[in-house]
């Protein structure tokens, strides 16, 4: 068996540690739903290339997009289709996209626990493209076939994303045929009684990094007959289902980041991804521990995160905000936080990780890790690698400021003047990327120096008062310049 081999974070803290006559809409309009339309479709009737269509809490009448182009339904938290419109030649549809492109459906659940009819589809794409994010697909069950989400090709292809979403408790989970293809990454598919993906011809169908209801991960015929998890039906061969979650997923967000740019899963995950370069980044956060057990001495607060970037081509580097609480960390000293990442075979802390306790956004503080090609994890772990943390009682990490020689210098990590060095990191250097590389390359160099530093009395005196003190002084006297 193989256990997930993306990147999963987890807090630690280390001690030693609608109106029919609403106006015309233009192309890149926001449509409310209800407000500037009653219904979904009423919306769909009269959206163009590049609208969004902003569902609010409530229940809804199924939908169709035919023949559109970059077309977007978000709903919010409670947005519920309850109802299916028949869909000529397949059956009762929920949502039904056809010979459409780049069609996107979030946050919307479909629960089918009303319909009945010979053939019931949740969501079906027919010779479209487009991504399902962040929604639940459930209950859908016909009397000769049902499915939670079906991908078909008739005339053409059909290619789907799927990140983020429960699918459970249909009859198939999601159906893929006719050459068409599916990638589904951080999904909970689970409890569908014909099985979690079942593919008739689908030309590839990825399905990694998603939790099948059980640790050993999906029952396969020949590549996983003793997996637990929901049944993968494949008489063409063509799953590829390794990796898998060994916990479900609470939520998730997937972004395309261009050019540099910071993905905001911070109500998702407590997190934030910033991208120096161009990447699609998948944030998820696990209901617990998706990792091996911790070590004796490390003890972890339960916020558990992955960050799944599965090309980094382009990216030369990626830090990662996780964001905590007074709560969260209690009585701790804020100091003392960090990551740990898991090895493969032990919990490991990130090479190059601080803290910034400075309180934002309502948060007291983030924790963060930044990864490089040169940092361990590096960015080729980032889609094979799992990360945990915890509290730790002792150990070997660098001291949490990361101020290695000023550490040595001063005789203590604790000094008021190693406060203002981390304030001036954090603030100043690590918001940009420039410095951020300079911090990298201090952390990577500066250990050998501090170690030799700190057993020689003389040269510790002469680093202070010659090195360090006067760094300090020019600081502290600018202070309200770089610190505004």
């Not at 010979?118 to 859908?140: C, H, K, M, P, W």
């Not at 382009?314 to 709560?327: C, K, S, W």
């Amino acid at each position: 068996m193989k256990k997930i081999s993306s990147i999963l974070f987890a807090l630690v803290l280390v001690v030693s540690l609608g109106l029919a006559t609403a106006a015309p809409v233009l192309a890149g309009t926001i449509i409310h739903v209800p407000g500037d339309y009653p219904t979904i479709q009423a919306a769909l009737n009269v959206s163009e290339d590049g609208d969004t269509i902003m569902v609010a809490t409530g229940e809804y009448d199924a939908f169709l997009v035919i023949n559109q182009t970059n077309i977007s339904i978000i709903g919010a938290e409670g947005a519920t289709v309850t109802t299916a419109i028949y869909f000529a030649g397949y059956g009762w549809v929920m949502a039904g996209v056809e010979k459409s492109i780049n069609i996107n459906i979030e946050g919307i659940d479909f629960d089918g626990t009303e319909l009945s009819g010979e053939s019931v589809f949740g969501i079906l794409y027919l010779d479209s493209t487009g991504r399902i994010a962040d929604l639940t697909v459930e209950n859908i069950i016909g009397t000769e076939l049902g499915a939670g989400v079906a991908i078909i090709g008739d005339e053409g292809t059909s290619t789907v994303e799927i990140t983020g979403s429960t699918i459970s408790n249909n009859e198939m989970g999601i159906w893929v045929l006719n050459g068409s293809t599916l990638e589904a990454h951080f999904n909970n598919i689970v409890d569908n009684s014909g099985g979690g993906v079942v593919n008739e011809g689908g030309v590839t169908v990825d399905a990694t990094y998603n939790w099948w209801g059980d640790a050993s991960g999906p029952n396969h015929e020949s590549l996983n007959p003793y997996g637990s998890g929901d049944v993968i039906y494949d008489p063409s061969d063509n799953v590829d289902f390794e990796p898998w979650l060994e916990a479900g997923v609470v939520a998730a967000k997937t972004e395309t980041v261009t050019g540099g740019g910071t993905v905001d899963a911070r109500e998702e995950a407590d997190t934030e991804v910033v991208v120096d370069g161009t990447a699609t980044v998948t944030v998820a956060r696990y209901d617990e521990n998706p990792g091996g057990d911790a070590p004796t001495d490390f003890n972890a607060l339960g916020k558990y995160i992955d960050v799944y970037v599965p090309d980094t081509e382009a990216v030369t580097e990626i830090e990662i905000r996780l964001y905590y609480t007074d709560a969260e960390v209690e009585s701790a000293d804020e100091e003392y936080l960090g990551l740990r990442w898991w090895n493969g075979t032990e919990w490991e802390p990130f090479s190059d990780r601080g803290v910034n306790t400075t309180s934002t956004n309502g948060y007291s503080g983030y924790i963060w890790a930044i990864i490089t090609d040169g940092t361990t994890p590096s960015l080729a772990d980032l889609h094979g690698m799992p990360v945990d943390g915890g509290i730790e009682s002792g150990g070997d990490l660098p001291p949490p400021c990361g101020c290695f020689i000023a550490t040595a210098a001063y005789g203590t990590d604790t000094a008021k003047e190693i406060g203002i060095l981390r304030e001036f990191r954090d603030e100043v250097l690590l918001p940009n990327s420039l410095g951020a590389k300079l911090v990298s390359f201090y952390y990577e160099t500066s250990p050998p120096m501090a170690d030799f530093i700190s057993q020689h009395e003389i040269l510790r005196t002469a680093v202070r008062v010659g090195f360090v003190d006067p760094i300090v002084a020019i600081l502290t006297w600018s202070h309200n310049l770089w610190s505004a």
